[in-house]
């Protein structure tokens, strides 16, 4: 079977349709939707729509709350504590983004910690907002437990991404990576693909390394720069778990086998005026000045072009937003079921 | 020649007298002593008394301001942006998390940035304030370039390091991560005692491998995770450069070969407040759980005992404090030459 290639707001109105089929409202529908086109447009397909049978599962199971619900538990000028009151991950993240924005537009800066949530998705959604108003965006999220502490062969810290944006006079400057190699996300779609990883992403449960990504799933995946690694997934699940009074470590609940208990995922926001410590437009001009530095460098053998961070991903977002998103043809039948099975045509 | 053992605070009150011989008012040079022995008590000897002679050399040449003067340009509830006025970074950087915490204490959490200043030592020294004060504490700094863009043969960013911490109800958790493999101090110190450096930590100015710290020196750091650890001295710099006001990229002037142009280092400042958020006893109940958790899992086939951050350097300052430090023969030998040319006598 080959690739499909379908329009990206189609796609995203047919995923939408799905999830208002599901009883969640439209707008909420739109924010979940988007964030997932999002993730494929960026090329980040581990995020993307292939999520939508989980998402979908989940919320059928009533494990997850079908329209938001959040309650600002404590509020002071440059933070809040949001109970994310086990709502969709992205509707809250939206919300507590949206808070933060405020906030530093008021004070300077802002950081807010939400618990019960669930996964949020592709993190640089929420910090690209924050960029989009002209500030300094930052954000984490725990996750289960995939990486193991340095020097242990067992998993207790999530992949626990960080995201971090800037403005530009042009594209966003936007760097989202797990602490990990990579995302489990991608082994994810790789057993979903049926295809094998590099060695170097995963060891298996006794700590050998695989490139099968079933026994990856099983085991672990390596942190960045090994002890520096664990160090980040640590300080993501302390401020995310601990601090924001989610759960952390192997005592969040897992997504994909769980469908009885809510996770209790926890999330930080940070939003920082940039017009507030410089001027606007001399930060903008600073930032064309790195990036026209950076692209101008030597290049070592082999390399055509070099990239900021996030320029790769706007560049395929650019390309299959007037070209259509690639669908694997696996993913396309998936999608389709969905819709027969919640009473939505697909017309793609 | 063998190692010296001294007490720690005999090398500090050596050291501060050294500073106070070169003008510097004695509360700052108490800061700046008490910041490099702290640093070679955690074994950090990268940025410990090691680096007297350059420090004291660019006081000497009048490249630094010997008594501190400070502006605060902009001035929030959650935030501030600071001039530096080319102080010893040491001391801008203590005054800055003073004030970045009384700001949290007040209104939740605060960011500050910092321009025109200099090498501030390390992080960690200045996020532990914050953990003592009962806050999550951040910050980082950029420096003159040793990492190249990813793709590319020469250096555009410092080593560019991010430090956090929290308190426990014992140590702090502290992670002081360079977003190179290695610190360049570390090469630098290879370098003075004579020794190799391992392969995986540099390249040489034309992209190759070596174990020579010189050729080091002269060439690039490798960041973590590679694109990754680009991505992470990048921002630090778009932080801690652009946003502050201060240099960035190779625009930074040079510590070690330039004593005619101040050296215009950025560093930031974060202080969250944990009781506005969570009730502190209960936080630090849970980083108890989580530690304990930790240090319980199974451990890899030749490994003795499982860290959390910092455990390793709390360690250590415990055991030098109370043994003594151990300083090799060659710095000794410096530190008593520096004694002898500033007229302060060694007496350990």
Chains 1, 2 share one sequence.
Not at 309 to 336: C, F, H, M, S
Request: aromatic share 8%; with cysteine; charged share 20%.
């Amino acid at each position: 079977m080959s690739d499909h290639i379908v329009d990206w707001k189609q796609l995203r109105d047919y995923c939408k349709d799905i999830f208002v089929a599901l009883h969640v409202p439209p707008d909420e529908a739109y924010i979940i939707a988007d964030c997932l086109v999002d993730a494929d447009l960026c090329g980040v397909e581990s995020h993307g729509v292939s999520r939508m049978a989980i998402y979908t599962k989940r919320l059928q199971a009533g494990v997850v709350n079908t329209a938001m619900q959040v309650k600002i538990e404590r509020e002071y000028p440059a933070g809040a504590a949001i109970n994310g009151c086990n709502s969709m991950g992205m509707v809250v993240g939206k919300y507590a983004m949206e808070r933060c924005i405020e906030k530093a537009h008021e004070n300077a800066s802002c950081f807010i910690t939400v618990n019960n949530s669930n996964h949020y998705g592709m993190a640089s959604y929420f910090v690209r907002m924050a960029a989009e108003a002209g500030m300094v965006g930052f954000s984490a999220t725990n996750a289960p437990p995939n990486i193991a502490p340095w020097g242990s062969s067992k998993a207790y810290f999530g992949t626990n991404p960080v995201a971090i944006a800037v403005p530009t006079s042009s594209d966003p400057v936007v760097l989202d990576m797990a602490s990990s190699v990579v995302a489990m996300g991608k082994v994810i779609l790789a057993a979903k693909l049926g295809k094998t990883i590099p060695e170097g992403w995963v060891l298996t449960q006794d700590g050998r390394p695989t490139t099968d990504p079933e026994e990856g799933m099983k085991g672990t995946v390596l942190p960045i720069g090994g002890p520096k690694g664990y160090g980040i997934a640590l300080f993501v699940d302390v401020l995310c778990g601990i601090l924001s009074g989610a759960q952390f470590g192997p005592y969040l609940n897992n997504m994909w086998n769980d469908f009885v208990n809510p996770q209790n995922v926890g999330h930080v926001f940070v939003a920082i005026d940039i017009s507030k410590y410089t001027d606007i437009s001399s930060f903008k001009e600073r930032m064309s000045q790195m990036i026209l530095d950076i692209k101008s460098l030597p290049k070592k053998h082999g390399i055509t072009e070099l990239f900021v961070p996030g320029e790769i991903e706007e560049r395929k977002k650019r390309n299959q937003k007037e070209q259509g998103v690639i669908l694997p043809a696996v993913l396309y039948t998936e999608l389709k079921a969905l819709g027969e099975k919640f009473g939505v045509a697909i017309n793609f």
